[in-house]
């Protein structure tokens, strides 16, 4: 397991979002000693969607008009199919998404995840796993759509489906463990 003590991770979400796919992606980063923050649109709480209903609601940390990525060196986006589609059509939530991309940030994204990093124009020229509805939309957007457990590509690692987390976990703690490596040494060197 990475060390990411101090790493400060963003989770966007709103109602809807595939409740596996937050739940035990932050336990995996919170074990590793990551510090994990869901942001969302919703001022106080949001709803999972588990599966075939509605699943938990979870506290907000940060509402996402307060947000600002520099206040974080990674961002999770989980699926479900609400999720991601809601998220794409808040322009302060593509913008959130874009600035992390823009920085060179780790991204971690899972199911439907994705569709939100085509809206924030961060898909052409990579290779993403999506859920397979997400294919010709990936495709259209310059992407390589993957039918892959876990693929990393760049900054960005990303997932098909719920069963595909504990690869997905894997991979998102090993790339993020390098940005906790970098921003420890950016740390030590400007104290």
Do not use: Y
């Not at 920085?103 to 809206?119: D, L, S």
């Amino acid at each position: 397991m990475e060390n990411l003590k101090g790493l400060k991770v963003a989770i966007l979400v709103t109602d809807g979002f595939e409740q596996v796919e937050l739940l035990e992606p932050r336990k995996a980063l919170d074990q590793a000693g990551a510090e994990t923050r869901v942001v969302s649109p919703k001022d106080q709480r949001v709803k999972a969607w588990k599966f075939t209903d509605w699943g938990e609601v979870i506290p907000v940390d940060v509402p996402l008009d307060k947000a600002s990525s520099r206040d974080f060196d990674a961002l999770l986006l989980p699926g479900g199919v609400m999720n991601p589609d809601a998220l794409r059509i808040i322009p302060k939530a593509v913008a959130f998404i874009k600035e992390f991309f823009d920085a060179g940030k780790p991204v971690a994204a899972i199911c439907h995840g994705p569709w939100t990093v085509i809206e924030a124009g961060a898909a052409k020229g990579r290779r993403i796993a999506s859920w397979p509805s997400l294919k010709t939309d990936l495709r259209n957007a310059g992407a390589e759509w993957m039918d892959q457990q876990v693929v990393v590509d760049k900054n960005l690692v990303s997932s098909r489906k719920p069963d595909d987390i504990p690869a997905f976990n894997r991979e998102m703690i090993k790339l993020f463990g390098q940005a906790a490596t970098a921003s420890e040494h950016s740390r030590q060197t400007h104290a």
